[in-house]
């Protein structure tokens, strides 16, 4: 399975952006998906989950701005991140697993930078 990340660019506090994560390779198998984020000298912090089913988990920082719909279409799940904060200032990363648990993710994009300014 391989991610390819895209979206990410420079936005002022406030405003929106949505990132996409192309999915490709073996997809035969339904995959739980998710994205993270890392900022420079932090750890990688979770950010949305989208499990097998449909459900989503988001962490409290993200709650009531981001959203992770899925084009079942395009198989590609998208973060849509609204009222961004200077904060949200990352690497962000998409995931793919056939388990949901948060450490259990074995498949992982390059990542597309995220500026708030």
């Known amino acids: 399975v391989q991610l390819v990340e895209s979206g990410g660019g420079s936005v002022q506090a406030g405003g929106s952006l949505r990132l996409a994560c192309a999915v490709s390779g073996n997809t035969n198998t339904r995959l739980c998906m998710a994205w993270f984020r890392q900022a420079p000298e932090k750890e990688r912090e979770r950010v949305a989950r989208?499990?097998?089913?449909?459900?989503?988990t988001y962490a409290d920082s993200v709650k009531g701005r981001f959203t992770i719909p899925r084009d079942n279409a395009k198989n590609t799940p998208y973060l849509l991140m609204n009222n961004l904060r200077p904060g949200g200032t990352a690497m962000y990363y998409c995931a793919a697993g056939s388990g949901c648990s948060w450490d259990s993710f074995e498949y992982w994009g390059q990542g597309t930078q995220v500026t708030v300014s």
């Open positions: 989208l499990s097998h089913f449909g459900l989503t």
